[in-house]
């Protein structure tokens, strides 16, 4: 594979697909060179409008029976984008008519647009130094994921969700299910990937599924910093001084705390080189909601609220948990700026109806709910999957976790930060507005599922609520630090000078040390590229000397990069069955075991019994760990060998 | 200072860390760039009594040997060069081995050695 050959195609592709064609609709909806969008907003909603109008618009090409290749999405997303255009110009006509330049326009002076670029800079740094040991394809979720996109680009076709499961059958003892839908994949996460690949004809191994994840993590960090500036811009406080309390200062120490702190572990640069596609959109498109949300709000613009019910609407095809979770915090939102203002709950809920009932949102929401009735259902309201996630917590690793773990996981110094911002919050604010009624919710309600999940019936991992809680203690984190920042500039005269100095050297180094300390831990000394390459080179030998009427067994315990095994065959989501982690087995017993008898006992009469039923005649196996079971079988052949992997033949009879 | 000329700077570091991170994993993908591992596999699996190999060596060194053990009694052995990248192919079945009960090619390349056996029981 020749550098430019792969590369630039990958990069016109992602160009035209994830920006250009949200650009253009969102110059119909906002004047070209309208001053109340930043720029950041306008790059961030043109990626998010793009996925939208790509995961919508293959959706219904595929459902309407047509292949979906180069030519048919060529002609039907150009067709689209138009006519959205046009759609969307018609509609906020009277917005933009109305349209008045905003009383501040975001601008950084020389300093802050050089300690931004420090910013960014340092961010993309440590981010690409810890990518470049993991950028080799090992992570089992992206294995997964890319299996579905492949499918998508290889045949044309929508993937049906299922696989087939060995389980326990009276008769014969284990018996392989026909294919039985699954929940936990939902569409939006594979749609892009496969555009991408349809396109520029990437290949699935190379670096572009963590670049683009890489690229949504980076325009997530300029959502926060975005949603900062205006929140802190919302904030007012008694004796916070311009200088220093300012939405372009919020926005540089957001950048700070999500940046070059914290920048590697959950839910960032971890989860992009991990695949977790679901949660690194959702990162992205909460914040953006968000946004939209307090911005239609507060400014009156029914646009932005538009905006808010399209990007929604797109995050529930993309992932089911980011979808709930942003449920939860709009309607802890919704409750508390009611609460906070039941004296005057008639005139903002008159206020809130009438900017719903505007052209562009109501729009929005008709073609939402026909899209919902008459094209396509997310994957997991068809499969009645809601269910699994509510309810008393089953697991102890779905009971919540403790305060300390809270900690550790969003960090010391932002969850400290954030409670001090929530008591400013709480008893310092002169106006109870909206930035208040978002921030204090979003950490409310987060932290209430985190802590307690029980008291909301919701039975999801605990650690991976977590990962969401780090989005706004940051936010509130930052803010926090500026406002303390302002009143110790404030009340300098007042403290002694080295008070005020040993201050702000603890906060500092207190700040520095614990972010700095995340991503040192994070980071990986050695890269896996020798034993993937080795899995690669095993699976092509045997996706060559099979067919799909052999059944594979291989290990998951021990092999790099195995679930990136079923790319190379393509004949089913299950296809090669796995042995799954040790754990698995011991910590839910009604799980099947013929994985486990096939190569951990295959000599045995249930490992025996397990290859009769499920028809298993390869078995692909970590060469130190297994071998010696299989060296000493007499029904087994090895016929492959390498220092990574050995791949056994079940002896046919002669 | 404009905030599109911060947008270029942003998108320049960006495609700076795409073209680094692109090209790392082409050159970690490349089998025959410092890599130091190499395998052996029969050539027809499906066939049940050819032993005939193929060796690919992505280490420096191109020097191999091999041996054919029939029910643990040695058959045949030789030398040869495999260079870095290549699938060298050994069409090595003896017909001796055709009566054996238990066969095993072993291929030794300096101090590792890497074995295929094939049970006729």
């Known amino acids: ?654 | 200072m404009k905030q599109s000329a911060l947008l270029v700077l942003l998108i320049i570091f960006l495609f700076c860390s795409f073209v680094f991170l692109f090209h790392r994993s082409i050159d970690e993908l490349n089998p025959e760039k410092g890599k130091n591992w190499w395998s052996v596999s029969f050539i027809r699996p499906d066939r049940n009594r050819n032993i005939d190999i193929v060796v690919t060596n992505y280490t420096e060194t191109k020097d191999f040997s091999y041996q054919i053990l029939g029910d643990n009694t040695l058959i045949s052995e030789g030398n040869f060069e495999a260079p870095l990248g290549e699938n060298k192919v050994l069409l090595i079945t003896p017909e001796k081995s055709f009566s054996q009960q238990h066969v095993v090619v072993r291929v030794k390349h300096k101090d590792e050695v890497q074995e295929l056996f094939r049970n006729y029981k």
Not at chain 1, 361 to 375: D, G, Q, R
Not at chain 1, 395 to 402: E, K
Not at chain 1, 528 to 535: D, G, L, S
């Open chain 1, 1 to 654: 594979m020749w550098f430019p050959t792969a590369f630039l195609p990958f990069l016109a592709t992602l160009s035209a697909l994830c920006f250009i064609i949200g650009w253009f609709v969102l110059g119909a909806l906002f004047e070209r060179h309208s001053l109340i969008l930043t720029l950041w907003e306008k790059l961030c909603f043109s990626f998010a409008l793009s996925q939208s109008i790509l995961i919508f618009g293959m959706i219904t090409i595929g459902k309407a029976g047509i292949s979906l290749n180069v030519l048919t999405l060529s002609v039907f997303l150009t067709l689209l984008t138009v006519f959205l255009a046009i759609c969307f110009s018609l509609l906020s006509r009277r917005e933009r008519q109305e349209e008045k330049p905003p009383q501040h326009i975001f601008t950084f002076s020389k300093k802050q647009a050089l300690i931004f670029l420090l910013l960014i800079g340092a961010t993309l740094l440590i981010k690409t130094i810890y990518l470049s040991n993991t950028i080799v394809p090992t992570a089992t979720d992206l294995g997964h994921h890319l299996y579905w996109a492949k499918s998508i680009s290889e045949t044309g076709n929508l993937p049906f969700y299922a696989e087939q499961n060995i389980v326990s059958d009276p008769a014969s003892g284990f018996r392989v299910t026909s294919p039985e839908p699954i929940a936990d994949f939902i569409i939006g996460e594979h749609l892009t990937l496969a555009a991408i690949s349809i396109f520029s004809a990437a290949s699935y191994l190379s670096a572009f599924p963590v670049l683009f994840l890489h690229l949504i993590n980076i325009l997530s960090l300029l959502a926060l910093a975005t949603l900062a500036y205006y929140l802190a811009r919302g904030i007012k406080l008694p004796g916070l001084k311009k200088s220093l309390w300012s939405g372009e200062n919020a926005f540089l120490v957001t950048l700070l705390f999500f940046g070059p702190l914290y920048s590697i572990g959950s839910p960032q640069s971890k989860f992009v080189s991990g695949g977790v596609v679901g949660n690194i959109f959702g990162n992205l498109f909460i914040p953006l909601i968000l946004l939209c949300l307090y911005r239609g709000l507060r400014t009156k613009d029914s646009r932005f609220l538009g905006l808010a019910l399209l990007f929604s609407w797109t995050l529930a095809y993309i992932h089911h948990l980011s979808t709930f979770m942003f449920l939860f915090i709009l309607v802890a939102t919704i409750l508390l700026h009611l609460a906070l203002h039941f004296r005057n709950l008639l005139p903002i809920l008159k206020d809130w109806f009438t900017l719903l009932l505007r052209p562009f949102p109501l729009a929005v929401i008709t073609m939402s709910v026909l899209f919902f009735f008459y094209v396509a259902m997310p994957t997991y309201i068809e499969t009645n999957a809601v269910t699994t996630a509510v309810g008393t917590p089953t697991r102890t690793t779905r009971t919540g976790l403790t305060f300390e773990q809270v900690s550790n996981s969003v960090g010391t110094p932002r969850l400290a930060l954030a409670l001090l911002g929530l008591f400013f919050l709480a008893f310092g604010t002169k106006t109870k507005g909206y930035a208040r009624s978002f921030l204090i919710a979003w950490i409310g309600i987060l932290l209430l599922i985190t802590l307690r999940p029980d008291l909301l019936f919701i039975d999801i991992p605990s650690s991976r609520i977590g990962a969401y809680l780090s989005f706004p203690i940051g936010i509130l984190g930052s803010l926090s630090f500026l406002i303390l920042l302002s009143y110790l500039k404030l009340y300098r005269d007042f403290l002694p000078r080295i008070l005020s100095l040993f201050s702000l050297v603890f906060l500092f180094v207190f700040i520095f040390s614990n972010g700095s300390y995340d991503n040192s831990s994070s980071l990986l000394t050695e890269s896996k590229a020798e034993p993937i390459v080795a899995t690669i080179h095993a699976s092509e030998f045997l996706a060559a000397h099979t067919s799909s009427d052999d059944r594979i067994v291989k290990d998951h315990n021990f092999i790099v990069g195995d679930a990136w095994m079923k790319l190379f065959f393509m004949r089913g989501y299950s296809y090669p069955f796995s042995r799954a982690y040790f754990g698995r087995y011991e910590t839910n017993p009604d799980r099947e075991h013929c994985t486990l008898y096939m190569i951990s006992t295959p000599s045995s009469k249930d490992g025996e019994r397990c290859f009769q039923a499920t028809g298993v005649n390869f078995v692909v196996i970590d060469s130190v760990k297994d071998s010696a079971q299989f060296d000493s079988a007499k029904k087994f052949s090895k016929i492959y060998s390498s220092r990574y992997i050995t791949i056994y033949q079940k002896n046919t009879s002669l």
